[in-house]
């Protein structure tokens, strides 16, 4: 329950860097007394919050598994943002985040929807909503997620649309098991990455260990290529489970990815840049499921290698339209794809990958309204699981086949041992299309009409409570005029938020998190899912656009950015359209680049926006793969404002300097100076330089 205040002026600058005293802890903590605030300007749970977060952060897809049918980025905690909602219910009974609603009457915006989570939490409690972005994947998940629909009919269109993918792609992903040659459906395929050195071809992969089994382990010769289970603690209980029989392992030695150099030549491996990238890559081990047999490992069979090059030559014939269409531009993430000789996005999918997504786009067809928008996102997601780009980290004894999928580290990752999965697998596995309906829509719309919400006791344990009454879906409106006219009505409007088709002062909360200046860049990557949903969905959404409009820097600069420029046009129309004595402005932002705070600042102040308070609230695990390891903020700040001169209180006093030893006080501390720096008459050249002398000093000694 953080609040920050100060009886003292603003001091110019040059106190700043000489060496103005640091804020006292109750200088920090201490409570505004404001009559006429609203709740959240004079306090917000924070204990209450981190607890939850704690927990959520672990696995934000099963505690709010609606809002999780689509991939996107850097998504906060649904119950940080459902506590931020709470706190303007205008029934103080109704800001217990247990209680049913709460906000009914009240418009909420968010200008920057990205994963909709401001969305699903402020249509749960009773308010019509308007999310916008420029990017057209945040529309047509919203759209999916939140429009009301029965799961029985989508179960039903789904089994269909699955029995026709099967039957058409099926023999394409079918083996036979070494023990009875009965056929069965592969669940995946690993491949190795062609190398060569002045004196041979090898084939580079993770490690020889394929599964760890209780007591056993399932590994490939380096030399035969031979598959064999070896009995833990004995040395001759050697099992060989399945020798190739096809050209496989015949012309290359295998290698891990450990071995950098040919112990021969002393020429360090390259890698086969001038073909594509899906042909860079062999099969080395073939994972499937015998009805009489089990699961089992072989080497790819003739009859194996076969299916791969009838499929290989059927890709010729594939026309997705335009080649140009699916040409990678150089951006900041997908600089990475040109910087390994990655010019299309067709080159990372597999041929069978492809034939898969031709059926699909077919099939498609068939169908209209939201099954057909279902599905379409179904498979657009799916292609996170069914790409070249996919790692393999199955061999641990508790995650057989489970796949590392192209974004877990929010960046392109090219990979040794790839994993080439079975989209159409009819057993439920990892990233095929049973597995994703379950959990991405089953899951997810059965929770929608029955929320659940952790509660944590003193003692630590956990309850989960239902919320009856609650509804996460709502009725799609276009016009601003129909959103008033019930409640839970949803207005989805794609475009630049620069320019929003909304009334002057008509919306009581703008809840949002903006993007995350030039570190998560959603846009460019989000281009791996837009080629191929332009072609799914083509009458959903408009396709296409310019990634440079969106609001993320390329790189930290010291003049104006487009960060700055966008956000600051965002924020300008936030004013604009945000009620202007009882509205607020809330969104979670952390940093460590001064740069970023300085650009954020900036924004603010040129849209005239006072900060009213900030509170600190735990947001990353440690252990999350994208910032394990590193010296990463697992905080938020949590940031409340109003329209200059609308109930804003005494100034914020400034620091001396800002810690980053501590995630939660370096959040804390640039919560205080941003409300500071909003209130101060600083340039916008002072501005960045307060930033980078705070932060900066933070860092000594």
């Given at each position: ?130 999310g916008a972005d420029i990017d057209p994947i945040p529309i047509v998940q919203a759209r999916a997620s939140l429009t009301q629909v029965e799961l029985t009919g989508l179960r039903a269109a789904f089994n269909r649309f699955f029995a026709d993918l099967h039957s058409s792609l099926g023999p394409y992903f079918q083996t ?169 996005y067709l080159d990372v999918f597999s041929s069978r990958q492809l034939l898969y997504l031709q059926q699909a786009i077919r099939q498609l067809r068939d169908y209209e309204g939201m099954d057909r928008l279902t599905l379409g996102m179904l498979v657009s997601t799916s292609l996170e699981f069914n790409a070249m780009l ?91 005029a129909e959103l008033v006219h019930d409640r839970s009505r949803f207005w989805l409007i794609q475009g630049d938020s620069q320019s929003l088709p909304l009334d002057d002062h008509s919306v009581d909360v703008i809840a949002t998190d903006p993007p995350y200046y030039d570190s998560v860049q959603y846009s460019n990557l ?176």
């Open positions: 329950m953080t609040e920050y205040s100060s009886s003292k002026k603003i001091k110019p600058l040059s106190d700043v860097v000489s060496g103005v005293r640091q804020l006292t802890l109750d200088e920090l903590i201490r409570p505004r007394q404001t009559e006429h605030s609203l709740s959240i300007d004079r306090a917000f749970p924070e204990e209450f919050v981190n607890d939850l977060s704690r927990q959520e952060v672990f696995n934000k897809h099963l505690f709010r598994p609606n809002t999780y049918l689509h991939k996107w980025w850097a998504r906060r905690c649904g119950s940080t943002f459902r506590t931020i909602l709470k706190q303007f219910a205008a029934n103080r009974e109704y800001r217990d985040y247990y209680a049913s609603g709460g906000l009914e009457g009240l418009t909420v915006l968010d200008p920057m929807m990205g994963g909709g989570t401001t969305l699903h939490e402020a249509i749960r409690l009773g308010a019509n909503v308007i036979e098991c070494p023990v009875c040659e009965q056929t069965a459906d592969i669940q995946y395929v690993l491949h190795g990455l062609r190398k060569k050195c002045a004196c041979r071809n090898v084939v580079q992969i993770d490690q020889y260990d394929l599964r760890h089994e209780d007591d056993a382990k399932i590994s490939i010769c380096p030399e035969s290529w031979e598959i064999y289970r070896k009995q833990n603690g004995q040395q001759a209980a050697v099992e060989t489970l399945s020798s190739p029989t096809g050209t496989v392992g015949a012309t290359a030695n295998l290698i891990t990815k450990a071995e950098k150099e040919c112990p021969s030549c002393g020429q360090k491996y390259e890698e086969l840049l001038d073909v594509p990238l899906y042909a860079r890559y062999t099969p080395i081990a073939i994972v499937a499921a015998c009805p009489e047999h089990g699961s089992f490992f072989r080497s790819p069979s003739k009859a194996d290698l076969m299916r791969i090059k009838r499929a290989d030559e059927r890709r010729s014939e594939l026309d997705f339209g335009p080649l140009e269409d699916f040409r990678v531009h150089d951006g900041p993430k997908s600089g990475d794809l040109l910087r390994h000789h990655v010019r299309s996919c790692g393999y980290k199955g061999w641990y004894k508790r995650r057989p086949g489970a796949i590392r999928h192209v974004f877990a580290l929010h960046a392109y990752s090219f990979q040794y041992t790839v994993l080439e999965n079975n989209p159409v697998n009819p057993r439920k596995s990892s990233g095929n299309l049973q597995l994703l309906f379950r959990d991405r829509i089953e899951r997810g719309r059965k929770w929608s009409v029955l929320p659940v919400e952790r509660k944590i006791e003193k003692d630590g344990k956990r309850e989960l409570v239902k919320i009856p009454g609650e509804f996460d879906d709502g009725v799609e409106v276009f016009t601003q989000a281009a791996f899912f837009r080629v191929w949903l332009k072609r799914l969905l083509p009458d959903e959404a408009k396709w296409n656009y310019d990634e440079s409009d969106s609001a993320v820097a390329t790189k930290a600069t010291a003049g104006t950015s487009n960060f700055m420029r966008v956000l600051a046009g965002i924020f300008a129309e936030c004013g604009r359209v945000l009620k202007k004595q009882t509205g607020r402005m809330v969104f979670t932002f952390h940093h460590w680049d001064p740069g970023a705070w300085a650009e954020l600042t900036l924004a603010l102040k040129s849209a005239e926006f006072r900060l009213m308070n900030a509170y600190v609230v735990y947001s990353e695990h440690p252990i999350s793969v994208h910032i394990r390891n590193l010296n990463s903020i697992r905080h938020d700040s949590v940031l409340v404002f109003a329209l200059d001169g609308k109930g804003s209180s005494t100034p914020w006093t400034p620091l001396d300097a800002i810690d980053t030893n501590d995630s939660e006080t370096f959040c804390r501390q640039c919560g205080a100076t941003l409300g500071w720096l909003l209130e101060s008459a600083f340039s916008p050249a002072e501005i960045r330089a307060a930033w980078k002398k705070l932060i900066r000093d933070g860092t000594d000694g």
